[in-house]
């Protein structure tokens, strides 16, 4: 199986991107791997596997590497003779944050028709943006966190019971994020949120929620990872959150019953049916008075969630089979020849 | 003033993009144009003024002129001497339909930091969905008209009165669209509206509804068109729906109440806000009872609405001037010097 790992990007959480990559060539032992690496300004470079660490980007000197040209039909290389095009497989696309989780990098491949795992621009869409992941859970009869927003040039008046959450709408990673326990500790926050994006969410912090995480892909069915309790500390420095992204030892199922796990899964297959084929996704959820509300949708998970696979690799394999296809459409011309002849043969 | 357009696409809609094209090529006079056709298959030709006729395209002339490749800072031709950059100017996204409103021409103008004019990939991908623009709407407190949705893999059952309008949830034009009389009629029209899409939508067809479009953008403020009473008959054949992509002919205010108006220009403003910056949108109102109601967002209007404003070249060359920037993501490699440092100097 020929994989190319496509990491890094113009986001905010570029250097996890760079761990979650050295994860995969840990986790992908049987396929024939390439690695493409899209650089602060956007261009990209083919990396040598022998590069995969992470000072070969922190000191520039992915620089010397091959850049690559993306166009129609695959990566080329530019040379002397041209054009020289890639062949380098399926895609894996693993920019965390903006460009990777927006939609951009998805519009990129398919424009281009190069088959890519991923999450469609769609799906991008909704579940990059918080708040449009509510309004889609909502609109599948999904339940939710309570929410409100706030623009940046709105008045800093919230109705929601302190302790809240305050969260920038697009943003992964906790980047951006804030617990507030009382209104003094509002403004701060707020600062803090709007520094990273026009409009924050504010939810309520609901002390000790039960949280859990599914993660999942359609091959020719549906293929759902173990549950997953999560960390629960309130904040992970970067040792700990170094560690999230460069898990590849596997994790043990949570302890819930099997009428709460059922209705995780049930919801899981609702959120990705229809818009998120062709992708690896990671549903966090909150449980709370035993009913299943959808915290977040998490489009391109750390490492992709590897650890909460039994068979990450064959899964991997089965979904580069069923990757979705655009429908094609056929242009003729005849509505233009119809006018044509209308007219007498001039337009 | 230097203006790229950008016509063709992928798309059920790319005969009338061309048409379109041809109109603008009217209508901004005083501007220097450069036309840049999308073929069906995605390739990129930088097309001579005087070329610009349908048959051009129709007959595949358009294939002897000069392809461009898309990168990082423009469009480029390919030559002898490798890739030579062209300086088009800010580009204009004229391309209606799939690539032109679903995303996929913004993220890729986007990550390749061109200046232009179109909806950006989240607007695009919330006015393209009809479903998804229900849920913006919703969101922001504007009434919309009521809906169901029915899934490729639904039963048929509908809970709606007859008649009814049934449209697939993303495809402008009224391509796939029919007006149900009865339960018998429905079969057949769902099958019409399901070649197009997986997914239509159905609402209760409003006989004689007071129906009325709203252009407009934001440049320094808002500039807004008249409002336009649109054609109301039920179906354009190929020859009105031609006219209706070339108009370039200035069209009269309808008439409305003051406050009728005032309520669609706010209404307007409120979905405008913050996310279609750069782009110049038509909302198509319904007015019920003497309530708004949002009926379609067209985030690139046939010939981008021309007729309907007083000094639309003028307009334009605002826009051009207030086109919305991403923000700056500085990457300075901080976490994983941070690791390096942790690890002594390895990682």
Avoid: W
């Amino acid at each position: 199986m020929n994989i190319a790992i496509l990491f890094g990007g113009s986001s905010y959480e570029h250097e996890i991107s760079i761990v979650s990559a050295i994860t995969l060539k840990k986790v992908l032992k049987k396929s024939n791997l390439s690695f493409i690496f899209c650089d602060a300004n956007r261009e990209f470079y083919l990396i040598d596997a022998k590069n995969m660490k992470s000072n070969h980007f922190s000191d520039g000197a992915y620089k010397k590497d091959k850049k690559l040209l993306l166009k129609k039909g695959g990566f080329c290389i530019e040379s002397m003779f041209g054009l020289k095009e890639q062949n380098l497989g399926t895609v894996l696309n693993l920019i965390h944050g903006r460009d990777g989780e927006d939609g951009k990098i998805a519009s990129l491949l398919e424009f281009n028709d190069i088959a890519y795992i991923s999450p469609r621009v769609d799906a991008s869409v909704l579940s990059y943006n918080k708040l449009y992941t509510k309004l889609y859970a909502q609109s599948l009869g999904v339940k939710v966190v309570p929410y409100s927003v706030l623009n940046v040039g709105d008045g800093r008046d919230i109705e929601l019971e302190y302790p809240v959450i305050i969260k920038p709408v697009r943003l992964g990673s906790s980047i951006g994020v804030s617990i507030v326990k009382s209104k003094e500790e509002l403004d701060y926050a707020l600062d803090v949120a709007f520094e990273f994006d026009t409009h924050v969410l504010i939810e309520p912090f609901i002390e000790g929620v039960l949280e859990y995480n599914q993660a999942g892909c359609k091959t020719s069915e549906f293929e759902l990872s173990i549950v997953e309790e999560p960390n629960k500390e309130e904040f992970l420095d970067f040792e700990k959150k170094y560690l999230d992204f460069s898990r590849d030892g596997k994790v043990s199922d949570a302890d819930v019953t099997i009428e709460l796990k059922t209705a995780m899964q049930e919801t899981f297959k609702k959120v990705y049916a229809n818009i998120f084929e062709g992708s690896i996704i990671r549903c966090d959820f909150f449980v709370v008075d035993g009913e299943v509300l959808l915290n977040e949708i998490n489009p391109i998970p750390g490492s992709m969630a590897n650890y909460l696979f039994e068979d990450f690799e064959g899964m991997v394999g089965r979904l580069v089979n069923s990757l979705p296809k655009e429908p094609t459409i056929k242009i003729d011309y005849s509505y233009i020849h119809s006018i044509q002849s209308a007219k007498g043969g001039k337009a």
